[in-house]
């Protein structure tokens, strides 16, 4: 597919990672964690720009080594670990705007912390909003446990355990109930890339509307604490891994 769109792509890092310290640029095999994902965007068949969202110096000089482009810091306010991933998109998408008279397309919105992302899978959930079949698209993936499945504790003094769905004691001892795995439809989280037309973002303030396509995969690698970056470092280390287009 010829493409003449404006594709951006943007990953966002921030310093203060409060699950793991320098988790963003931490070394993972032989380059830092956000290393990953941006050399996989720059592969990419489909994003002819690449930023990187930070609010450390450090970061960006990083995230340029590996082809990306850091315009701006982030702003404090939109760097802490209670800041959502709209505010810092479109703080980049108005400051390229004012700054470069660049206007993109559609925005494709990468995490550093899932570094095995496939190209193909990047590319191919890219196309579908290149398509027009969507204004929105996602990579997902199956849940592995359902929450109705979960249990949750209740009580004041004296505390008891019970199902999540049903709020009985009962029903936590039913771990292989058929009739609730054929009632339960499959759920599935975000796995890394959101894709989506700019006009979403200036309409309904989200990278989603409710015309969003998906693409689902494997579950992946996402990197949040100590025992993920060890599971990562055992998965490169795997000769299997080696053909993989990541």
């Known amino acids: ?17 409060s ?25 990419s068949k489909y994003i002819n720009r690449l930023v990187v969202s930070t609010d ?22 939109l760097a802490t670990k209670f ?31 899932t570094p095995f992302q496939k190209v193909s899978d990047i590319d191919k959930i890219i196309k579908l909003v290149l398509k027009n079949q969507y204004d929105s698209a996602v990579i997902i993936s199956k849940a ?21 769905r ?5 029903d936590v001892g039913r771990k292989n ?3 609730l795995n054929e ?13 989506c037309k700019t006009k979403v973002i200036r309409k309904y303030n989200s990278l989603c509307n409710s015309k969003t396509g998906y693409f689902i995969i494997p579950q992946t690698v996402d990197i949040d604490d100590e025992v993920d970056f060890k599971f990562a470092n055992f998965l490169l280390k795997d000769s299997s891994k080696k053909n993989k287009d990541f």
């Open 1 to 17: 597919m010829k493409n003449k769109k404006k594709i951006l792509g943007i990953v966002g890092i921030r310093s203060g990672s």
């Open 19 to 43: 699950s793991l310290k320098n988790k963003n640029i931490r070394i993972l095999g032989n380059k830092p964690l956000v290393g990953w994902i941006l050399s996989s965007a720059k592969k």
């Open 56 to 77: 450390s110096k450090k970061y960006a000089k990083i995230s340029q080594n590996y082809g990306a482009e850091t315009p701006c810091l982030r702003p404090k306010h």
């Open 83 to 113: 800041s959502d991933e709209i505010g810092f998109i479109k703080h980049m998408i108005n400051y390229l705007r004012k700054k470069d008279n660049y206007n993109p397309d559609i925005i494709v919105r990468l995490l550093a912390t």
């Open 144 to 164: 592995k446990q359902h929450p109705y499945k979960a249990l949750k504790i209740i009580g004041n003094t004296k505390k008891y355990l019970v199902s999540f």
């Open 166 to 170: 049903t709020n009985k004691g009962i």
């Open 177 to 179: 109930n058929r009739q």
């Open 183 to 195: 009632k339960i439809e499959n759920i599935y989280f975000r796995s890394n890339v959101i894709v």
